[in-house]
């Protein structure tokens, strides 16, 4: 069972990637019309997201793009670096966010 | 655009010859299944939520029988394509409000660094504005034949 609070915050950043690039994809010939609507989306699902975490998300979000990072072969996909095998054995259970050591990214394990 | 290698992204586990789907939603989960049956996507739901918005920014579906339901995702850790084929036609709310025949799924991480993904989606495109490419893929049979269509782009 996933941690909520993290599969929102994944949720998000899918959000935001996808707002941040509507303007690039519509260049390469896709139609683009409901920008707003997904911004209201994006804001709705931010509002359920508590208020110390999504600070969080925002902060690291401006200082690195990406304030979440998928996790495989434990590798941080942000960063490249291996993360210890304890905490890899939590992640995966994904009861807690965890945060890459040398990145500060927020870890989410994809395998 | 001819510079990204497409067969690179595409994988015998990522393609469907015929494809069972009749609606929008069915096709995109139909596809998607298969990059969950893979592992390659850890959360279904969390990617058919990202792919259905994608589709509400504006649809995927490009007109002259082809789709490209495409976006970023942390739960995934790589970038691939999966292909499908409808002989039927498949309503797909495209620009050009024609059934798509032709889908393409492409799902990518999120990473920044080596950023393959919109180059990719631009070489895609590209090929497929070619009406040979298209009338070789209505009639791909199997992965060695999908390949052939994008080799030497």
């Given at each position: 069972m996933e941690n909520k609070e993290l599969e929102m915050i994944v949720h998000l950043q899918d959000l935001d990637l996808m707002i941040d690039e509507a303007h690039d994809v519509e260049k390469l010939g896709f139609a683009i019309s409901g920008c707003e609507e997904l911004k209201a989306a994006r804001q709705e699902l931010a509002a359920k997201i508590s208020k110390p975490l999504l600070y969080r998300y925002e902060r690291l979000r401006g200082k690195l793009k990406r304030a979440v990072v998928p996790v495989k072969n434990d590798i941080c996909?942000?960063?490249f670096l291996r993360q210890p095998t304890a905490v890899g054995a939590q992640g995966r259970e994904g009861n807690e966010i965890f945060v890459c050591e040398n990145c500060g990214r927020m870890l989410y394990w994809i395998d | 655009m001819s510079s990204v290698n497409l067969t690179n992204y595409f994988h015998s586990s990522l393609f469907i010859p015929e494809m069972k789907a009749t609606t929008k939603d069915e096709a995109l989960e139909e596809l998607l299944n298969l990059f969950v049956r893979e592992k390659l996507v850890k959360n279904k739901r969390l990617v058919l939520a990202m792919l259905k918005q994608r589709e509400k920014l504006?649809?995927?579906?490009?007109?002259?029988?082809v789709a490209i339901p495409h976006g970023r995702t942390t739960a995934a850790g790589d970038v691939m394509i999966a292909f499908g084929k409808s002989s039927k036609g498949i309503p797909f709310d495209a620009i050009d409000q024609q059934p798509v025949h032709l889908l393409f799924m492409v799902i990518a991480h999120?990473?920044?660094?080596?950023?393959?993904y919109l180059p990719l989606l631009g070489s895609l495109v590209t090929t497929l504005k070619d009406d040979s490419k298209r009338e070789q893929l209505m009639h791909v049979a199997n992965f060695e034949d999908l390949l052939a269509v994008f080799q030497g782009e």
């Open positions: 996909l942000g960063c | 504006g649809s995927t579906g490009i007109g002259k029988g999120p990473q920044e660094k080596s950023n393959e």
